[in-house]
C-alpha cells in the first residue's frame, strides 16, 4: 500500500465500492442492451445461441482455477488490514505462478475443445468461423488469468471501485465500437476481437494501478509462504473447487442441456430472458460483493459482536433489494423483450415464473455467502455443489421431457430448495454466528410471504395497465414495480431495527451531501 495513500474508513470504503461499481454496472447495461439488440438484427439469434454456448464452455473450462482466487483473495485480508507487506508480496508471488499455470492449462483444453465443437453446434452454423471465435473466447479467459492478482490485491484492500471503474469504462467503449463493427463488417470474428483487445488494455491499466499503489508487488525475490500456510491455502482451494463445481454445473449445463436438446435457436430465445436476469443479478450482486472486503476486515480486526447485527442488516437488505427485483422482473421481462427484440422473441409465462422464482430464492444466498466467504469457510460444505449438481442434472434431464424448457430450470429450483437453500445459512450460524437457525428460518419465512404478495400485487395490478402505445404500456408498468412493492415493504418493515438502519443510512448520506452543497459557493 502506497504511504502517500490516505486511508477512508470501512462504511467509507462500502460505499464508494457499491457505488461505483453501480453506476459503471448501470452505465454497462444501456450500452450492453444496444449492443446485443444490433448483434440480433445483424447476425440473428443462431448466433446469439452461439455466442451463449461458447460462454458456458469457458465457464466450464474455468473450473481449472480450482477457487484458487478466491482462497488467495481471503488469505490477503489479514494482512492487508496489518500493513504486511511481506506477507502481501509471499502470497501474491504463489497467485502469479500458480495463474500462469492455469492460464496454460486453460489455453491447452480450449484447444482440446477444437474438434468436439460441431456436437453443440447447429448443422448450419459456419464451423470454420466458430472455431476462429471460440479461440478469441479462450484467449480473453486466459489475458485474465494473467493479471488477476494484481487486480484482486486491489479488490482485496476494500478499493474495488477502482478495478470497478477501469473495467467498467472499457466495457462501455467496448460497446461501443462492437456496435460499429457490426453496423459496418457484420463480422462475428471482429466483433469478439473487439472484446479481446478491451480485456488486454483494461487489466494493463489495473496493472500498472496496483504496482504503482502496492510496489512492493513487483518484487522477484518475495520469500516462499511457510509450508503449513500452503497447506491451509491449498485445503481452502480444494473447497472452493468444490464449490465452483456445483455452480458451474447447476448454472452452465441447464443452457448446454438446452441447446443440445432444443438447437440454438431455443437457446438464442432462451438467451434474452437470462441476459436481462444476469444483468440485474450482476447489479445487485456488485452491491454484496463490494461489501463481502469490508466484512472480512471486519472479522481479521476480531470484532465478531458486531457480525450477527450485520448479517441480519444484509440479510435484510437481501430480501428487500431481491424481492423488489423479481416483482419487476415478473411483470416487466416479456414486455422488454418484446420491445428489445421484437414479439417473435417472446417465450411462455411459465417461464418468466419459474426464472423469477430462481431468482429469488438464489438471490437470497447473498448475505451467508458475504460472510461465509469472509470468513473464510470454505471446507465445511465442500460436499455441498457436488450433490446439489448431481439432483440439478438428473432432475433437468428427467423434467425437460415433460414440460420442455420450463422444465430444465425446474430442475434447478428442486437442486437449489434440496441442498444450499438451508445448508449455507445453517454454516454460518453455528461456525460464525454461534446462534440457533430459529430466528433467521422466522424472518426468512416473513421475507418471502412479503416478497410473494409484492410480486402478486404488482402483477395483478399490471393487468390493468392496457395502453395501445407499448413504449408508454412498459413505461406505466415500470411506475407501477417501483412504487407498489417498495410501498408495501416499508409498511411492513418499517417498524424493525434493520429497517430503522437503513433508514439513518440513508438520513446520514443526504445530511452530509446538503452539508457540503451548503458550503460550495
Request: aromatic residues 12%; hydrophobic residues 50%; contains cysteine.
Amino acid at each position: 500500500m502506497s504511504e502517500k495513500r490516505t486511508r477512508l474508513g470501512r462504511s467509507q470504503y462500502s460505499a464508494l465500492n457499491v457505488g461505483t461499481n453501480l453506476f459503471f454496472h448501470v452505465l454497462k447495461v444501456a450500452v450492453g442492451f444496444l449492443s446485443r439488440r444490433i448483434f440480433n438484427i445483424t447476425l440473428g439469434v443462431q448466433l446469439l445461441g452461439v455466442n451463449q454456448v461458447f460462454t458456458q464452455i469457458m465457464t466450464v473450462l474455468s473450473l481449472t482455477e480450482m477457487g484458487f482466487g478466491t482462497a488467495i483473495l481471503f488469505s490477503l485480508y489479514g494482512p492487508l488490514a496489518r500493513g504486511d507487506n511481506d506477507k502481501v508480496a509471499s502470497l501474491l508471488a504463489l497467485y502469479r505462478t500458480v495463474y500462469r499455470r492455469i492460464a496454460l492449462a486453460v489455453a491447452g483444453l480450449g484447444l482440446l475443445m477444437l474438434p468436439f465443437l460441431g456436437v453443440l453446434l447447429d448443422a448450419d452454423v459456419n464451423l470454420t468461423q466458430a472455431r476462429l471465435v471460440f479461440l478469441l473466447f479462450v484467449a480473453n479467459t486466459v489475458i485474465s488469468y494473467l493479471y488477476v492478482y494484481k487486480a484482486n490485491v486491489i479488490n482485496a484492500d476494500q478499493r474495488g471501485y477502482i478495478v470497478g471503474a477501469v473495467r467498467g469504462a472499457s466495457t462501455v467503449v467496448m460497446y461501443g465500437a462492437q456496435i460499429v463493427v457490426l453496423l459496418v463488417t457484420k463480422n462475428y470474428f471482429l466483433y469478439t476481437l473487439v472484446n479481446t483487445v478491451t480485456i488486454l488494455v483494461q487489466n494493463l491499466i489495473i496493472s500498472r494501478r496496483a504496482e504503482k499503489d502496492y510496489p512492493y508487488i513487483r518484487q522477484k525475490n518475495a520469500a516462499p509462504l511457510p509450508e503449513a500456510e500452503k497447506k491451509d491455502l491449498f485445503a481452502k482451494t480444494r473447497a472452493v473447487f468444490l464449490h465452483d463445481i456445483g455452480s458451474i454445473c447447476v448454472n452452465s449445463t441447464d443452457n448446454i442441456i438446452l441447446n443440445i436438446v432444443k438447437g440454438n435457436v431455443m437457446g438464442g430465445l432462451y438467451s434474452n430472458y437470462a441476459y436481462v436476469a444476469s444483468i440485474l443479478r450482476d447489479i445487485l450482486r456488485q452491491v454484496f460483493s463490494s461489501l463481502t472486503a469490508s466484512v472480512g476486515n471486519l472479522i481479521a480486526n476480531g470484532e465478531t459482536e458486531k457480525v450477527e447485527t450485520t448479517y441480519r442488516n444484509l440479510m435484510f437488505l437481501d430480501f428487500w433489494i431481491y424481492g423488489f427485483a423479481a416483482a419487476g422482473l415478473l411483470s416487466l421481462l416479456t414486455p422488454l423483450v418484446s420491445l428489445w427484440m421484437g414479439k417473435n422473441m417472446v417465450m411462455s409465462n411459465a417461464l418468466v415464473v419459474v426464472l423469477v422464482a430462481n431468482f429469488y430464492i438464489s438471490g437470497m444466498r447473498e448475505c451467508s455467502a458475504v460472510v461465509k466467504s469472509a470468513a473464510g469457510l470454505f471446507a465445511p460444505d465442500r460436499y455441498m455443489p457436488l450433490v446439489e449438481s448431481a439432483i440439478n442434472l438428473v432432475a433437468s434431464i428427467l423434467l425437460v421431457k415433460y414440460w420442455g424448457v420450463v422444465g430444465i430450470f425446474v430442475g434447478t429450483m428442486i437442486s437449489t430448495l434440496c441442498v444450499p437453500f438451508w445448508v449455507q445459512p445453517l454454516v454460518v450460524h453455528r461456525m460464525v454466528l454461534k446462534r440457533p437457525m430459529a430466528p433467521f428460518w422466522g424472518r426468512y419465512a416473513r421475507y418471502a410471504a412479503a416478497a410473494a404478495a409484492g410480486c402478486a400485487l404488482t402483477w395483478w395490478l399490471n393487468t390493468w395497465v392496457t395502453f395501445a402505445n407499448p413504449w408508454l404500456n412498459f413505461a406505466v408498468k415500470f411506475l407501477v414495480c417501483l412504487a407498489v412493492p417498495n410501498s408495501l415493504f416499508a409498511l411492513l418493515f418499517f417498524h424493525t431495527g434493520e429497517f430503522g438502519y437503513f433508514r439513518g443510512l440513508v438520513g446520514g448520506m443526504a445530511y452530509r451531501l446538503r452539508l457540503r452543497f451548503k458550503k460550495e459557493p
